[in-house]
């Protein structure tokens, strides 16, 4: 079935360095991708998303390009502010049941000043 | 868009208590979903409305929850009898009929004690 993938966490950073949290699906088709972002006892914000192939998602210096050859979905940020700190969902719509949201076990990203 | 609301934000409650949630989602949103997040964890589907249809349930919700969205507006989500295995986070998110990224709301942090 649809799966998402992400690596293990916790991402430690100090503030301006560069990020990459990996992403990698299984899905029948070529699926919708999204990156969602959690705050400490807040629900998910859509961060970006990309719709088919070769598609950049970008939003708030964060960016994503869907390859197709890969199945990946990588976030990337060139420098990283303290208030970036957070858990990093990516996620995809399943091909069936009326497109709900499967989604990996989540990223936390903690970047110190 | 004034987002997605739910209503509580936190709920404690004492074991074999009877809980319900409220979710309103952005106005012209048919599709609402509800999903359930536990600690270190991706959300995971409960269940789906198209309007005032519940068109999909998971397996993880037991015959002791019950969802409705009457009038396809606002929707509730009662769990009878909870037990410490619920204790949770529960997120309500909706879309448009056109695309597919949902919208969250802030969630509703249940502890059963």
Known sequence: ?113 | DTGVSQDPRHKITKRGQNVTFRCDPISEHNRLYWYRQTLGQGPEFLTYFQNEAQLEKSRLLSDRFSAERPKGSFSTLEIQRTEQGDSAMYLCASRRDTTYEQYFGPGTRLTVT
């Open chain 1, 1 to 113: 079935g649809d799966s998402v993938t992400q690596m293990e966490g916790p991402v430690t950073l100090s503030e301006e360095a560069f990020l990459t949290i990996n992403c990698t699906y299984t899905a029948t088709g070529y699926p919708s991708l999204f990156w969602y972002v959690q705050y400490p006892g807040e629900g998910l914000q859509l961060l970006l998303k990309a719709t088919k192939a070769d598609d950049k998602g970008s939003n708030k210096g964060f960016e994503a390009t869907y390859r197709k050859e890969t199945t990946s979905f990588h976030l990337e940020k060139g420098s990283v502010q303290v208030s970036d700190s957070a858990v990093y969902f990516c996620a995809l719509p399943m091909n069936t049941g009326f497109q709900k949201l499967v989604f990996g076990t989540g990223t936390r990203l903690l970047v110190s000043p």
